[in-house]
Nanobody
Framework: QVQLVESGGGLVQPGGSLRLSCTAV????????MAWYRQAPGKQRELVAG???????KYVDAVKGRFTISRDNPKKTTYLQMNSLKPEDTAVYYC?????????WGQGTHVTVSS
């Protein structure tokens, strides 16, 4: 059984930065895809960024150039560095890891961008 533990959310002013972390407790290996999703109030959950086995990354257009996803395989951890934050980035951010044994979700961490 795998549990994903997220941290790093909070309140930040527009233009500020936050770094989210997500660590897997349990059996995750380097073949797993790691990703971050977000869900804003009244909206559907959307993929924000993903990082794949070979290190390739993918971003939704709205965050390109501002967010960076990375992974540390020995630590079973993925990070989302968020810069130049905007009010429209306000959402609950969820970590996701997917591999041959299943798909796992974090509990969600709130990010609020407001002055």
């Amino acid at each position: 059984q795998v549990q994903l533990v997220e941290s790093g959310g909070g309140l930040v002013q527009p233009g500020g930065s936050l770094r989210l972390s997500c660590t897997a407790v349990g059996s995750i290996d380097s073949t797993y895809t790691m990703a971050w999703y977000r869900q804003a109030p009244g909206k559907q959950r959307e993929l924000v960024a993903g990082i794949y086995t070979g290190g390739n990354t993918k971003y939704v257009d709205a965050v390109k150039g501002r967010f960076t996803i990375s992974r540390d395989n020995p630590k079973k951890t993925t990070y989302l560095q968020m810069n130049s934050l905007k009010p429209e980035d306000t959402a609950v951010y969820y970590c996701n890891m997917a591999g041959w044994e299943g798909v796992y979700w974090g509990q969600g961490t709130h990010v609020t961008v407001s002055s």
